[in-house]
């Protein structure tokens, strides 16, 4: 009788899928850009000038150096960086709105002599999530020391390692099981046959559902 029990129990125990690496955006996910807001050029309101942006505005205080802390979601590790476009591939270009500007984002703090950067960043959620995901670039710069993989978690598990090919920007996302929502979300950078080398990276957009 105990046998049957304890088959019963485990029986009744819900298996949860686990959650999966995702190369592309979805279609249901809506597309979120860090944008520094310049009053003294803006020509119309702020919610027409941010009506002129494609997806959603991710309002953030500086271009460079600033923490990512508003909705959607909260970021830990992650800081503004102004000057990504002019120095990695595979950025994508924002529109030109007055009093609006696109900025990119880091895992490191620019100071005059070095980059400081940190790792693991860590993202938590303040609404329900099924995908979280960004384009994570690469240096185009000779002799330029960045990551070449990332380590994907949810909820402190492993998913997935992913490279990063060199000079160009790839899409690392996690999304949920049907049914299910992503816990927060564990992003490692590292760099090949360097365990524990702190590398930094630079996206200029995130994509959440």
Do not use: C
Not at 117 to 130: I, R
């Amino acid at each position: 009788m105990k046998t049957i029990f304890v088959a019963l129990t485990l029986l009744s125990t819900p298996l949860y899928a686990a959650p999966y690496i995702v190369y592309t955006p979805s279609s249901s996910t809506q597309h979120h850009t860090p944008v520094v807001v310049d009053n003294k050029k803006l020509k119309t309101t702020l919610a027409e000038a941010k009506a002129q942006f494609p997806g959603e505005e991710y309002i953030v205080l500086a271009d460079t150096n600033a923490a990512l802390t508003h909705a959607p979601a909260v970021f830990n590790g992650l800081w503004t960086y102004n000057n990504v476009s002019s120095s990695f591939y595979g950025i994508s270009k924002a529109p030109k709105v007055d009093g609006l500007k696109a900025t990119g984002v880091s895992n490191f703090v620019v100071t005059q002599t070095t980059l400081s950067p940190t790792y693991p960043v860590n993202v938590s959620f303040t609404k329900p999530t099924k995908e979280f995901g960004v384009f994570l670039a690469t240096t185009n710069m000779a002799g330029g020391v960045f990551t070449d993989s990332v380590t994907v978690k949810v909820g402190g598990i492993e998913v997935d390692t992913v490279s990063l090919p060199a000079f160009q920007s790839t899409f690392v996302g996690v999304r949920a099981s049907d049914g299910e929502v992503l816990g927060p979300v564990t992003f490692t950078p590292s760099i090949f046959g360097n365990p524990g080398y702190v590398a930094p990276f630079v996206t200029d957009s995130f994509y959440i559902e």
